[in-house]
């Protein structure tokens, strides 16, 4: 295939063809050229006017970060984008399938129900430990990595300003003033909550696409795609792994995975003793 950037340098000797999963255009296996050697590594090109102008090197260091606690792979290269290339983030690749095709195998695999729900019990619990682990990460504030040494910019967003600036468009899809009112006073409310939880890393796409998985174990061997990784509430990465994917089996035993140490470290705890509902 055409490479997505003709004669890059940093990837000489190599031949490129799309992963499946996430952005194709950005991610690709990279194969050496000759045929020898087993080698093969996964790259991950930030072209898009979304990346942050060094989002490979942040993205390297917050791999770097976690490494310890989780299974993330090494990085080979890390390059910012510049006007004549853009960012490069190049790991090793991980043994594991793709945690989303893993699920969707074991639930149509309805021949014995019994061991159906046990093993989405088992992979939900396994998914629920990474966001365990994560909200056990501690941040000194909430915001966006700016640079590859994790400096934090702080959010500038207030969700009940944010519901006054789209009032008018609220209006205009029929919302009534009640409506908008009441809004208005449950996002005030979450908006307290959120102030009072002290913050933790946060991958923000943790879901089953972006994680590798061993299909005998359903264990996870590689978390992946750090992209939208910030410091913020120990909720989100846990209402990510529940947010399409509702089997009553792998529900549990997500949550059993979240709570399998008591509440994660760094989490508020309402009276009963489980995370706050915001």
Request: net charge negative; proline share 9%; charged share 25%.
């Amino acid at each position: 295939m055409q490479r997505p950037v003709p004669d890059d340098p940093r990837l000489a000797g190599y031949t490129l063809e799309p992963l499946g999963g996430g952005w194709s255009g950005e991610t690709f296996l990279a194969a050496p050229s000759d045929g020898r050697g087993e080698d093969r590594l996964a790259v991950r090109y930030f072209a898009d006017a979304r990346h942050a102008p060094g989002a490979a090197r942040i993205q390297a260091a917050l791999m770097d970060l976690v490494r310890d606690v989780l299974p993330v792979p090494a990085v080979r290269q890390a390059h910012d984008g510049d006007a004549a290339l853009p960012g490069l983030l190049v790991t090793e690749l991980l043994p594991g399938e793709r945690g989303d095709l893993v699920l969707a195998r074991l639930t149509a695999d309805s021949r014995d129900v019994s061991r159906q729900d046990r093993r989405l019990h088992t992979l939900g619990r396994a998914l629920g430990d990474i966001a365990r682990t994560l909200a056990g990460i501690p941040m000194p504030r909430a915001g966006m990595f700016a640079d590859d040494g994790l400096r934090i910019e702080p959010f500038h967003l207030w969700l009940p300003t944010w519901v006054d600036t789209h009032a008018p468009r609220l209006v205009e899809e029929g919302w009534s003033d009640a409506e908008i009112a009441a809004l208005r006073g449950v996002v005030e409310r979450a908006a307290s909550q959120l102030a009072e939880t002290p913050p933790c890393l946060v991958h923000s796409d943790l879901n089953p696409k972006n994680v590798l998985v061993d299909p005998a174990t359903l264990q996870v061997t590689g978390v992946l795609d750090w992209e939208f990784a910030h410091a913020g509430h120990p909720a989100t990465d846990l209402g990510n792994l529940l947010r399409f994917d509702r089997e009553p089996a792998y529900v549990e035993g997500v949550l059993d995975g979240y709570l399998a140490a008591g509440t994660p470290a760094g989490t508020a705890q309402g009276e009963d003793g489980v995370p706050p509902r915001v």
